[in-house]
């Protein structure tokens, strides 16, 4: 069974930072694309970030030039990284980690439980 765990949601002052982890579990597989996305309430999911196996990134304009997503591939595992900056009361959402993966030579989506990212102003 293939999990994904985030972590590292909290409450910030405006301005302030926070780095989420999404780590993966349920080896063996491939960690294809992966990406950050976030709800904030009674609104739409949306995409925040995204990164390629390669490591080619793509961010959502509202966030581009203040969070960096990263990744780091160890054997059978990967962990992907958002590093939140200068980060404002409209960001509060509660962020998703979603990944495509590949087991046993079949194609899953799948997504973590979500960790609440809270800014006041």
């Known amino acids: 069974q293939v999990r994904l765990v985030e972590s590292g949601g909290g409450l910030v002052q405006a301005g302030g930072s926070l780095r989420l982890s999404c780590a993966t579990s349920?080896?063996?597989?491939?960690?294809?694309?992966v990406r950050w996305y976030r709800q904030a309430p009674e609104k739409q999911r949306e995409s925040v970030a995204d990164?390629?196996?390669?490591?080619?990134?793509?961010?959502a304009e509202s966030v581009r030039g203040r969070f960096t997503i990263s990744r780091d591939n160890a054997v059978n595992t990967v962990t992907v990284y958002l590093q939140m900056n200068s980060l404002k009361p409209e960001d509060t959402a509660v962020y998703y980690c979603?990944?495509?993966?590949?087991?046993?030579?079949?194609?899953?989506?799948?997504w973590g439980q979500g960790t609440q990212v809270t800014v006041s102003s």
């Open positions: 979603n990944a495509d993966v590949v087991r046993d030579g079949i194609w899953g989506n799948y």
């Open positions: 349920g080896n063996p597989f491939t960690i294809n694309t």
């Open positions: 990164i390629t196996s390669r490591g080619t990134a793509d961010y």
